[in-house]
């Protein structure tokens, strides 16, 4: 089965600058996670989505990030404006919310912030 | 969630056997011990899961002693390409949860 898809692969932008980061999880995945990896250190939540719901976004930084996940499937995240301490890799993650509900990551996409 | 520990780094040869132990002191009694590997430039990728004895599957292999406060991940003849970050996590079974994640065993597979 295909994985999940996150694009861009890299993204460098100046500080004060909108970014946006697209995600599509894996088929019938109802659960969807935002991640934030910063070089060195394990990822951290951003956003938990169930279906098109928003489950924990207590760790998202709302002054500056926002996230949506139309009808329940593909997600975006979006930076505005940028801070320097923004640069990290972003990771998507999805999860059936069933069984062992094995949380699967796309390759993320990773953001410099100059 | 139970907190972990575990070594920051290790190094090994080609064709050794790597065991990364993992402590774990509040782990619940619901609680599963499951390990993640993440290759540079990659997303983590779900290894093994277990809650008592021993897990084998076709990665690795999984220690839990009967006081599951400790867990060894082990992996048999290591290549230059298991050269990665593993993290050991400990959370109930099913958990629909963010996944807390700690800084990870580094491990360096040198030819």
């Known amino acids: 089965e295909a994985g999940v898809a996150q694009s861009p692969r890299y993204k460098i932008i100046e500080k004060r600058q909108s970014v946006a980061f697209w995600c599509n999880p894996i088929s019938g995945h109802a659960t969807l996670y935002w991640y934030q990896q910063i070089l060195g250190q394990g990822p951290k939540l951003l956003i938990q989505f169930q279906n098109n719901g928003v489950v924990d976004d207590s760790q998202l930084p709302k002054d500056r990030f926002s996230a949506e996940r139309l009808k329940g499937v593909d997600s975006t995240l979006k930076i505005q404006p940028a801070k320097l301490e923004d640069s990290a890799v972003y990771l998507c993650?999805?999860?059936?919310?069933?069984?062992?509900?094995?949380?699967?990551f796309g390759a993320g996409t990773r953001l410099s912030v100059l | 969630l139970a907190k972990t520990t575990q070594p920051i780094s290790m190094d090994s040869y080609e064709g050794q056997e790597v065991n990364i132990t993992c402590s774990h002191n509040?782990?619940?009694?619901?609680?599963?011990i499951t390990w993640y590997q993440q290759f540079p430039s990659q997303g983590p990728r779900f290894i093994i899961q277990?809650?008592?004895t021993k897990v084998t599957n076709e990665v690795a292999s999984l220690f839990i002693p009967a006081d599951r406060k400790s867990s060894t991940l082990s992996l048999p003849r290591v290549s230059l390409s298991d050269t990665a970050v593993y993290y050991c996590?400990?959370?109930?079974?099913?958990?629909?949860?963010?996944?807390?994640f700690g800084q990870g065993t580094t491990l360096q597979v040198k030819p």
């Open positions: 996590l400990v959370y109930p079974f099913g958990n629909t949860g963010k996944l807390i």
């Open positions: 277990g809650y008592k």
């Open positions: 993650a999805s999860s059936q919310g069933t069984g062992e509900n094995i949380q699967y």
């Open positions: 509040n782990i619940a009694t619901n609680d599963y």
